[in-house]
């Protein structure tokens, strides 16, 4: 791959002085090589702007347990590169438990400082019938329709240190549920961060303010109003997301809830969509939730357009491993503050630009499907 | 491997009426199955142990760093097999870092709560000019001779998945070091720790008492007369340890330093194994530091001669992760006062009979070498 990239790169020179280099990027193998890791619910937007995105080539999705349990996420991920016709993207099952934490151990935490509002699959059923949660091995009937692809047989952490061997310092790693896999990676190999080009995370929280005056931004402003710090795929796996923390990826740009808050997910957007008639577009009007506030595509969009992004700072984060009552919250200090106990410069991502935003990601859903 | 053994077995049954059931087990397959995970350092005596006894067959050696570096486990296993001329069995490179705890973090705890005594290759050079800590990679020469042979390429914790999985219910995981390795397999297959036969290991500390009246003793009890719950293996990587006490193993068996108290290495049991002049005698002559605790191998005997054992309780088993004093500390209770956090039962060792267990030392130090 290394030759494969230098052959373009020559290729690219030898005719920048005659062709625009836009044009000839387009043919030239030189796409931006990306690893998805994800605990994909529903017809996630992120996946599908990064396997829609013209330059970029998707590795592999890796799953994990986070707001569904593993299973129930890689059959969302092959559901969704089904949709888009893209089954050539291995979809490579993950980490069913996070590390240390556990159901038994999230009760006693709630009864020493409060219920936590999501859980993933440990969420309480609703009063009034719900049926509860399910097993990890149980995979509910899914909206967007059932896989009949099967995900490949390696395990996910295993999948992702084959890769970036493979492809030194040339593959952006895109996380956006439990750090689970990528710190198993990390502790399988100890040169695995820093042979990743960068990491790309959607997780942690700041200091998030509400800024739509509707009801579900209202709705989610209750819940961070008085727990800043929290977001709930660090709060799954506090050790994994503070092992990520400290991985000496060259990059690392982090989406924390802070840019959300000025977003949601509208049935204007949505529809929109409906004139490109594909099976991505169709899908995404059942797929997405209006009212919800826009999270792992904010992450996506910021990678494949940095343009969006009107305000982010460099700012040394960790997270909080200790059983107290700010068992994973989000860490962070300007350098003159910082502890020097591991912990790392992130470029944080604190507001973006929805309208630009909007506007491209609309371009990317109704492209064509590539195949 | 199933087929083995339900043939052997079978083959085992027939013959019994006519012969010895003895003599038959030493030629037929039905041999016991052992992964060793250590952080080897010298020729430790418990890989000898195990791969001179006559029922077993040790699968492959996984290295974890602990009392050395990783690199450093690595080589002195790769030794050990060569001395036994064993280098049929893997030699398979683990862990080098614990899974969150660091150099750095170690040094604040010791800001806090006291220095700590051992600190694997994080222990400061002593006053007087010692070179100072290696790098993890720097593998220094070592005194039993440098090996010639090499590790295999595969990652240790996937080594353990994939033995367990092709000998499900069979295997024996034998572990001395520190428990990293273990975490990540557990981590990465949910299902390892119940697809193994058994766990035995050297590990943690419940309430040692010194029992002899030599100097060396003497001086471990000033140790442990402070910190009786704390143990160089669990301390190096507490949440791995805990991630294994979590571990629905369907048998533990605990090996911590309460029964190490009552032995130690003698110049007499060294000069006892002069007279087999095999290249393993050999070595133990240079190996074993005479005046320290026997640690490791009371893990071996146990497994190999479980009369050896004169006291062991059923008690719920746990380390401590919190940053607090306690960090990396056993905890443990019986039945009715265990906190059911996801604690289980385990056999714990406290004490043996030291006069039976070297004379089965002895007799399989002397054996033989099997190729």
Aim: hydrophobic fraction near 40%; charge should be neutral; include cysteine.
């Amino acid at each position: 791959m290394a030759f494969r990239f230098v052959s373009a790169a020559c290729f690219v020179a030898l005719l920048s002085l005659a062709t625009p280099v836009a044009t000839v990027a387009k043919e030239a193998p030189t796409k931006r090589l990306v690893l998805i890791d994800d605990d994909i619910v529903g017809l996630n937007g992120a996946p599908a702007l990064l396997l829609q995105a013209p330059d970029v080539e998707v590795l592999g999705i890796t799953t994990t347990s986070g707001s569904v349990w593993r299973d129930t996420a890689t059959a969302y991920a092959l559901r969704t590169v089904e949709i888009l016709g893209r089954t050539d993207v291995p979809v490579v099952p993950g980490a069913t438990y996070p590390l240390l934490n556990t159901q038994e151990s999230t009760k006693r935490w709630e009864g020493l400082y409060g219920r936590l509002e999501f859980k993933g699959p440990w969420t309480e059923p609703a009063s009034g019938g719900s049926p509860g949660t399910p097993s990890p091995s149980v995979v509910p009937s899914l909206p967007i329709g059932d896989p009949v692809t099967k995900p490949s047989s390696e395990i996910a952490a295993a999948f992702l240190v084959r890769m970036v061997r493979a492809h030194p310092h040339q593959i952006t790693l895109f996380a956006t549920g439990p750090m689970t896999n990528i710190a198993l990676a990390q502790s399988l190999d100890p040169s695995f961060a820093a042979n990743v080009k960068e990491l790309v995370y959607m997780g942690g929280s700041l200091n998030p303010q509400q800024t739509l005056g509707t009801p579900a931004a209202a709705a989610f402003a209750r819940e961070f109003v008085n727990t800043p710090r929290r977001e709930f795929n660090i709060r799954w796996d506090p050790e994994a997301a503070r092992i990520m923390a400290h991985g000496a990826w060259p990059k690392v740009t982090m989406v924390p809830i802070d840019p959300s808050t000025g977003t949601q997910w509208t049935r204007g957007f949505l529809d929109s969509l409906r004139s490109a008639h594909t099976a991505l577009t169709d899908t995404l009007q059942t797929g997405l939730e209006p009212g919800f506030p826009i999270w792992d595509e904010i992450a996506a969009m910021v990678w494949l357009e940095p343009a969006i992004v009107t305000r982010a700072e460099t700012l040394y984060i960790d997270f909080d491993t200790n059983q107290t009552a700010g068992y994973g919250d989000t860490l962070s200090w300007h350098e003159a503050y910082r502890p020097h106990l591991g912990e790392r410069a992130q470029t944080v991502v604190l507001s973006i630009d929805r309208v630009k935003m909007e506007a491209t990601m609309r371009a990317l859903y109704k492209r064509p499907l590539k195949r």
